[in-house]
């Protein structure tokens, strides 16, 4: 058992000090969001007016995008998340894993529909529960969009498209409103 735990462990370190530029697979699509501060602003009836910040790393031996973001309400308050990107090559298609600090939680699956856009269709448990559809486009290095669609009955309705731009000097997200 003590040996099993050793072969584990060294595995385990093996994958982990793998550089982020290792990653060669699917998950690798994503790199184009790498680096920078994205910035937004948007509007949901759930949460009113607000700013999203978000970076994106190559995580885990670069076999994970890390998608951290702060969502600034209107009212002061504002939500931290944190998101994983993988690959499932089982079932040929992305995965995505998201954790909230209002508690709330969400995975998807995915895939790209085209060069520069993914689509993944998902669910949110806990806070701000609710099914949904999120297509990704990067449009160039410096912008991308979200549309966020959420399911109503049988069907996804559009709730909101969110246009991004790239900020590359600081470190710190530009204050809201």
Do not use: C
């Amino acid at each position: 058992m003590n040996l099993l735990r050793h072969v584990f462990l060294f595995v385990l370190s093996a994958a982990l000090a793998l550089p982020a530029h290792a990653q060669t697979g699917p998950v690798q699509a994503l790199g184009p969001l790498v680096g920078g501060i994205w910035e937004g602003d948007g509007q949901l009836p759930s949460l009113g007016q607000f700013r999203s910040a978000r970076s994106h790393e190559f995580a885990l031996g670069g076999r994970y995008l890390r998608v951290k973001q702060t969502i600034s309400l209107a009212d002061g308050r504002s939500i931290e998340e944190e998101t994983f990107i993988g690959w499932d090559p089982d079932a040929s298609r992305y995965t995505l894993w998201g954790f909230a600090s209002d508690g709330s939680r969400s995975d998807a699956t995915g895939e790209a529909v085209g060069e520069n856009r993914f689509v993944f269709t998902g669910r949110t448990y806990g806070a701000r529960a609710s099914e949904w559809r999120m297509t990704l486009f990067i449009i160039d290095a410096g912008s991308m969009s979200v549309l966020l669609e959420v399911k109503v009955g049988r069907d996804f309705e559009p709730a909101m498209t969110l246009a991004y731009r790239r900020r590359t000097t600081g470190a710190q997200p530009t204050p809201p409103f």
